[in-house]
Structures are given as structure tokens and as C-alpha cells.
């Protein structure tokens, strides 16, 4: 058999990645302005067309990846499922170290809203609460994580915020276009810098409706979107590099959730006293001292072949 992604030149794969990313957003008004539906009734049935929109469109790229690199002629559904990083093998080690990695990037956000929880305590009266009982914090947090989870159970924009967009776009952005980076030649580093400026592009038309929709001023627009195009860029840089390194969609799907949850870290809080930054910095600090060994390939895999690609569909045969 022929080697797999053989004969893919680069230009073909960045043109196929800038159509997966354009046609990732492009997708999304099909129902309004090429179906000429009627505009939905309500939030709900609006979020609703774009989840079907966006579902759909991951399953094109995917279906479009494989057909570019030859791999959907020869491969079972297991292991077409795995080319994408699909697997349910090493599950618990893709959501774990990559979840404590994220969470030390937002040390100091868990640090100000510790303290504010434990500030919210007192200003109520509650004393013993504010005891250092740990079993105690801890319980209240859990009950306090449950009852948002329930409350977001029958939230349709918290599925678009930690279901639906979570997973296609790293669908999308990492699992369809990664491989065909790989195997058209770039070598990872660029992928990893490059890469997210195809993710970027699915964000620009948060521009159009801040500026034609809600009638923002273009310098306002711009500063917001700006600061998402800059904060989506360096998530990208970490999701490739974790993706690449582990082989597994689950690895990058879960910190993509967790950054969703909390929003862009906390650097200073003045209700903290300082310690929100210090334990950004320290946060920071571990994760760059544990960012290659707990991304190591051989916790995600049972065996590392010696190929440039992370699972290695480079040299199948």
C-alpha cells in the first residue's frame, strides 16, 4: 500500500485548511441567507440551526481530510477514528494532565475566587466558614460546581460554550487540519505557530456583528475582537502542541472547555492582596517546568514508533 499523505504538497493542504477555516464560519449563515429560512423565533432555535451547522460542517472537513490524505480507503472505523485522535484508550490520562497543566495557567484565577467565596462567607455572618476547614471549602465548592452543571444542563449557550464549540472546533482546527500539515511536509514547530491563525480566522465574524449588528464603534469592535483573535492564537499554540504531542482530540478539547469556564486568567485582583498574582506566577512557572513531561507521547500511547507524525499515520502501510 502506498504510504499515507504521500504526494500531498503543502500548498494544497494550506488552501484545504483556509477553506476549512473560512467555510467553519461561512457555514453558519447558510441556513439564513442560501436555504432563505425563515429567521428563528428565539434564542434557543437560533443556537440550535448553528450547532446543526456546525455539526455538519465538522463532518465534511473530517470526511474532506481523509479523502485528501487517502486514509478512508483501506482503514476500519476504529482506526479512521483514531487518525483524528478520536481514541478511548489512555481517556483518563488525556483529561487529566492536560486539565491540571490548564489549571495552573489559572492559578490566580482560582486563588481570587477562593478568596472571594471565602469573602462572600463573611460578609453573610458565617463564621465557620471562614475557618480553614478544608473539608468544609471543599464540599461547598462541589456543591456550588453541581449546581452550575445542572443549571447548564438546560442552558443552550452554555452547550455552545462547553460542548458544541469545544469539540468541532478542535474537530475542525486540529484533528482535520493537523494531519494534513504534517504529512504535506511543515515541520511541527511551524505547525504549532501556525497553525492557529486558521482558528483566528473563524473568529472574525464576531467583527461584523459587534460592528454592522450591535452598532459598535469600529475602535471598540476592533479592541474586542482583537484581544479574542489574540487570546484565541495563543490557545491555539497550546492545543496543537497538545494534540501533537498526545495523539488524543480529548487532550485538547478538555482544556478548550476549562478556558471557556473561566474566561481569560486572572493576573491582579484587588480583593486578593496581591496573592492572585503570586499564584499566577508560581502557577506559571510550574506549568512551564511540567509542560513537556506531563505531555510526554509515551503516557498517551502504549508504544512511540519512530515517526514524525504523533500516531504515526505517516508511515502506515
Known sequence: MTVVGAGLSPSVAVVACMVMALGYVLVLYVPTFVLRLPPPTSLESYLIRRFTCALV?????ALASATLLGVERYMDIPVLLSF????KDHMWQAVVFPLFLTSLLYAGSLVSKLRLLLYSWRERGDSSCCELDLC??????????????????????A??????????????FRACMIPLLLCSGFQTQIIIFIGPVFFSLAHLNHFMELYYLQRYS????????????????VFGWYASFLFI??????????????????????????RTRGFSTIAFVLGLAC???????????????????SCSCWQGYCSWH
Open 245 to 270: 504531542r498526545t495523539g488524543n482530540l480529548i487532550s485538547a478539547v478538555t482544556p478548550h472547555i476549562f478556558c471557556n469556564v473561566m474566561g481569560l486568567p486572572v493576573l491582579l485582583s484587588p
Open 287 to 305: 506549568f512551564s517546568w511540567l509542560l513537556f513531561p506531563a505531555s510526554s507521547p509515551s503516557l498517551y500511547n502504549n508504544s512511540i514508533e
Open 57 to 61: 460542517f465538522s463532518a465534511i472537513s
Open 84 to 87: 483524528y485522535g478520536i481514541r
Open 218 to 233: 469600529f475602535l471598540k469592535a476592533f479592541s474586542i475582537v482583537g484581544l479574542q483573535l489574540g487570546y484565541t492564537v
Open 136 to 157: 468544609k471549602i471543599f464540599a461547598v465548592a462541589a456543591r456550588s460546581a453541581s449546581d452550575h452543571a445542572l443549571a447548564c444542563a438546560h442552558n443552550v449557550v
Open 159 to 172: 452547550w455552545r460554550n462547553y460542548v458544541v464549540a469545544p469539540f468541532t472546533e478542535e474537530l475542525v
